[in-house]
């Protein structure tokens, strides 16, 4: 591990330890004029680094893959996939991992490039992203972050000079990705698939070790992988189902192990609530849409269960037991953590057996009369039920007295009810159309200023602060929304 005092770097290379067939060495290419276009201070001094010393010419350098920071090892990982259901071969085909910068609190993170060029996972691409798709992955990273959903971070976005050639030339651009690894489901396909029973011990053991040392002395400590990976994954998708949002390709390459959010391409926050929302251009049988994503989820977990299953049990049909056993309990899990979720953004406490019911009477009629996901949890929160869409209908009224006779019957004061509200529904999201707006300025017009004030107003969506209120508002127009890889 070297540490530069000059820019706060102190890298380790802990993957790169691994069995040489899990990546392959490889610098980022270089770029014809780098500029830095966005950067996150904040995030930056938690990682220990220079803030200063990293937008100057010389920072800016290794932000493009043009300098290797010291101590940096760079590699592209190798892994697989079930891409819509199709298994693949992958690896980053557009990413390098600099290293894992070990934080002033101890954390190890990994810093990756991505869009730095070509890799041996390239598969024919070119290896470059272009600047809209980096700074949607900045915007909307950073925004589930300050919504408390476990994410990979944004540390900067910087453009390369260079056009790429999509549907049309595009300005290139580099995001520095920050994540607490790049482990996957797909890694361990991966091995499990390529690699011998040896290397996958090495895997599972390198991810327990990195993630979950707490369960390492456990007697059955691949079976406990499985279990905390499970129950990480429940947690995930039930605060996604929460704020309403939608990932868009929950192929088994981008669940990571550890529990975050990763790889924000055709990602969107639901508008109108309606669990058959699908934004991605690609997903055109809904596979992923709103309400499929807890299935979903269960699905890629059982891939990954199933590439542990050497390890679980020397007997093949004791170890798919134990598999299937752990699986079934997945949706339980999910259930029992979004109904607490659910709760706590209608100011219940405690639990009855009819809660459920009255949450998706709420649901129910939200789709039927296409309300506002967001808005309707944000009008309750601040009783103005006039400005809802169900506001007059005579289901809304009678579901209105069973709510308010729901919270009378707990032991906590309706004042105590309205914080857990405010705490657990955003006044904000990243609403679409401010996206795509912010976007279009930068982009188009090299003004950077509507998306530095759209993550003004992101970074605390829970304040319920007067300038926040413009950004609630819905879009004007109805035109169906549709995102795309930017691949």
Known sequence: MTKSKETGWNIDNSYSRLPESFFSNINPTPVRSPKLVIFNNRLAKSLGLNVQALQSEEGVKVLAGNKIPEGALPLAQAYAGHQFGNFNMLGDGR??????????????????????????????????????????????????????????????????GESIIRETELPGAILTRVAASHLRVGTFQYVAQWGTAGDLKILADYTIK????????????????????????????????????????????????????????????MDTYDPGTVFSSIDVEGRYAYGNQPYIAGWNLARFAESLLLLLDD????????????????????????????????????EEIQDKTLINDL??????????YTNTFRSLTLNRPEEMTLFG???????????????????ESKASSNQLMRNSNPAIIPRNHRVEAALEAAVEQGDYSVMEQLLGVLSNPYAYTAEQEAYAALPVSAIPYQTFCGT
């Open 393 to 411: 209908t005579s289901e809304f009224s009678k579901w209105h007295e069973l709510w308010q006779a729901r919270l009378g019957r707990q032991q």
């Open 315 to 350: 007997n093949l049909q004791q170890a798919v037991k134990l598999a299937q056993h752990e699986i079934s309990g997945f949706n339980e899990l999910y259930q029992s953590k979004w109904l607490t979720g659910m709760r706590a953004k209608l100011g219940i406490f405690n």
């Open 95 to 160: 990413a390098v991992l600099l290293g894992e910068q070990i934080t002033p609190k101890g954390k190890r993170t990994d810093i990756q490039l991505k869009g730095s060029g070509r890799t041996p996972f390239s598969r024919g691409g070119d290896g470059r992203a272009a600047l809209g798709p980096m700074l949607r992955e900045y915007i909307v990273s950073e925004a589930m972050d300050a919504l408390g959903v476990p994410t990979t971070r944004s540390l900067a976005v910087v453009t390369t």
């Open 210 to 269: 990195r993630h979950f040392p707490e369960i390492e002395a456990d007697e059955s400590r691949y079976l406990s992988l499985l279990q905390v990976v499970i129950k990480r994954q429940a947690e995930l998708i039930a605060k996604w189902q929460l704020v309403g949002f939608i990932h868009g390709v929950m192929n088994t390459d981008n669940m990571t192990i550890s529990g975050e959010t990763i790889d924000y391409g055709p990602c969107a926050f």
């Open 363 to 372: 649901l129910s009629m939200m789709e039927k009369y296409r309300a506002d």
